[in-house]
């Protein structure tokens, strides 16, 4: 049995996480195909958009192509230059660096918690402290290179928050602007505030394997009702006169089309459901594997709520007496799907010239993390045959 990237998960396998399409889909998109309103400014693309500041609580929406072209958006936005610096964590999927260079910055990569597996508050400091000095005007500036850090970018990995309170106090003390990655974590919360509204900016993914989908597409969450404005402007070719053709800066072509945000809002209707789903697969994994010699599943803490998008296991084969690539393969041969996470940016080729700090934790959850079939649609019957698996492979090896 093999999974084979991208393509559709055999039949009688548990997939890793597919999307549940059950609710206002069909009709939302047959309203689309009928009117003949396809691509953007169509009628749901507002809706979506408005029910994801609903959702949200607040804030200006500025639906978007893909999560990525939203990042891209949040840091032009916040005026993060060629040549300055962005620090972000060494553990992430690879979008949010990508986007970094887009603008022509350079990446810092900075280690994560040893537990959370999220951006280290503890190092960012160090590296300002250690490694910067002031600018004239309160900012700072990295000594070696001379170039100046513009923004902290926190990626809330598998959907839990980072930890934004003491980001939050350094992005104030140093002049940073903190955007967010929301992406992986849309319904989570810290502090009782939903991801996405913690930051300055925030960009979210609607990509097919996240919280919901729109088929691919993302937003840009901002209060800045200017930001807001020049994201908009800028995600439809920048744009001044619509008759005429005249465009008043380099644009993009980064809006979401009215088919794709139909299907986001029948999702987005249905996100409290799906968010329950997620807690209750993740408590589910918790009371099943907890007891192992050497697993652990990453969690949550007081303050920070997550969405439990993926639920993920570390581990230790020195105690579990199985790696998790083994573990892996092993699961994969039952018809299970499950994935790593992504390796640290700090090693990545895409990224060579970036600066790094040391990132031994980053490095220790890659070679620990596992995360396990988490689907909206999972039964528990097929729940049950994930936690019978890893138990018996754990068991035979301990
Ligand atoms: C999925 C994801 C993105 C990118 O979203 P796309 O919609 O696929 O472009 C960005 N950051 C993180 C952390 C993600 O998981």
């Known amino acids: 049995m093999r999974f084979e990237p991208g393509a559709p998960p055999p039949p009688g396998t548990i997939p890793l996480s597919v999307p549940a399409l ?36 607040g804030g200006h929406v500025v639906a978007t192509a893909s999560g990525t072209a939203a990042l891209h958006l949040a840091l032009l936005v916040s005026g993060v230059r060629p040549g300055e610096l962005v620090l972000l964590p060494a553990l992430s999927f ?6 970094v260079r887009y603008v022509g910055a350079g990446c810092v990569f900075v280690d994560v918690e040893p537990d959370s597996g999220q951006l280290d508050p503890n190092r960012v400091r160090e ?6 000095e002031r600018t004239r005007d309160g900012g700072a500036r990295h000594r070696e290179s001379g170039r100046r850090i513009r923004a902290v970018l926190a990626v809330h990995v598998l959907g839990r928050p980072a930890d934004m309170d003491p980001l939050a106090e350094l992005a104030a003390e140093y002049d940073l602007v903190v955007v967010e990655d929301a992406a992986e974590a849309l319904g989570a919360t810290h502090r009782g505030r939903p991801a996405g509204r913690l930051g300055r900016v925030a960009a979210l993914s609607f990509n097919g394997n996240k919280v919901i989908t729109a088929a691919g597409g993302g937003a840009l969450v901002t209060d800045d009702a200017a930001w807001a404005d020049r994201a908009r402007s800028l995600a439809t070719q920048a744009k001044t006169d619509p008759v005429e053709y005249i465009h008043g800066e380099v644009g993009y072509n980064y809006r979401l089309g009215n088919l794709q945000a139909a299907l986001g809002l029948a999702q987005l209707e249905r996100l409290p459901d799906f968010l329950e789903k997620k807690r209750r697969i993740a408590e589910r994994y918790r009371a099943g594997l907890e007891n192992l010699p050497g697993i652990v599943l990453f969690g949550e803490s007081e303050i920070a709520r997550s969405s439990f998008w993926l639920s993920t296991i570390l581990v230790d084969a020195s105690k579990a007496g199985i790696d998790s690539r083994e573990l892996l393969r092993r699961l994969e041969g039952q018809g299970i799907q499950t994935r790593p996470v992504w390796q640290p940016l700090s090693r990545s080729p895409a990224h060579a010239g970036a600066i790094s700090e040391p990132t031994p934790h980053a490095e220790q959850i890659h070679a620990r993390a596992l995360s396990l079939p988490s689907s909206v649609g999972l039964t528990e019957t097929d729940q049950d045959r994930v936690i019978d698996a890893v138990r018996r492979c754990v068991a035979s090896r301990a």
């Open 22 to 57: 059950a609710g206002n889909e069909e009709r939302y998109i047959a309203e689309c195909v009928r009117n003949q309103w396809l691509a953007a400014a169509g009628p749901f693309v507002g809706r979506f958009e408005d029910g994801l500041r609903d959702f949200l609580g």
């Open 94 to 99: 690879i979008a949010p660096a990508n986007a």
């Open 127 to 132: 590296f300002l402290e250690k490694k910067c």
